[in-house]
């Protein structure tokens, strides 16, 4: 089962515990109402913010670690184990990890038992990969906030007219506005 997988407690995670929209039509509460909570792609597009096509093409792609079942009608039927893969899938795609890796994590994952440690491996890369990026953006974010200081201070001191202009000469060791 994934939620076993994940190794996480979903009962608080607002967004494996989906909230159908009380609109949904006769045949979506019939899919829903039977057995455990089950979806129809609608729903689920709804709950997840994916669109049905993007829906339609994760399971083309291979990016389901699960099939997905069908009604007699060859409706799509979602259990809460997909919601919640799809709303990881969405923040690892958010994150940056190429399709390809989520591919390879869906495979892994559907073949079973046994190969924890290369789904760790595949996660902990992209961890690293995702710290990296966090610190490039500190790293961004504190030039642009001297940058603002600079400008902020400049405007209450009334100073602000020779920042960044290029017809009034400027001492060299003094940094542009």
């Excluded at 949904?24 to 609608?42: F, K, L, N, T």
């Excluded at 990881?88 to 924890?116: D, F, H, K, W, Y």
């Excluded at 595949?122 to 001297?146: F, M, N, P, Q, Y």
């Amino acid at each position: 089962m994934l939620a076993c997988e994940a190794g996480l407690d979903r009962s608080h995670d607002a967004t494996v515990r989906p909230r159908v929209n009380s609109m949904s039509s006769a045949s979506d509460h019939e899919v829903a109402s039977s057995g455990p909570q089950r979806y129809s792609i609608g729903e689920v597009s709804r709950i997840t913010g994916v669109g049905v096509h993007a829906l339609r093409w994760f399971e083309r792609e291979g990016l389901f670690p699960m099939k997905v079942e069908r009604t007699p009608g060859g409706q799509r039927v979602f259990d809460a184990d997909i919601v919640y893969w799809i709303t990881l899938c969405t923040t690892l795609r958010r994150t940056g990890m190429p399709i390809a890796r989520v591919q390879e994590l869906a495979s892994l994952i559907e073949a079973g038992p046994g190969n924890e440690a290369d789904r760790m491996a595949l996660l902990e890369a992209h961890e690293a990969t995702v710290r990296a990026r966090i610190r490039d953006l500190e790293e961004s974010l504190a030039v642009i906030s001297a940058k603002t200081a600079i400008y902020r201070s400049n405007l209450e001191a009334g100073t602000a007219g020779g920042l960044w202009d290029p017809t009034t000469p400027r001492d060299p060791q003094d940094p542009p506005g």
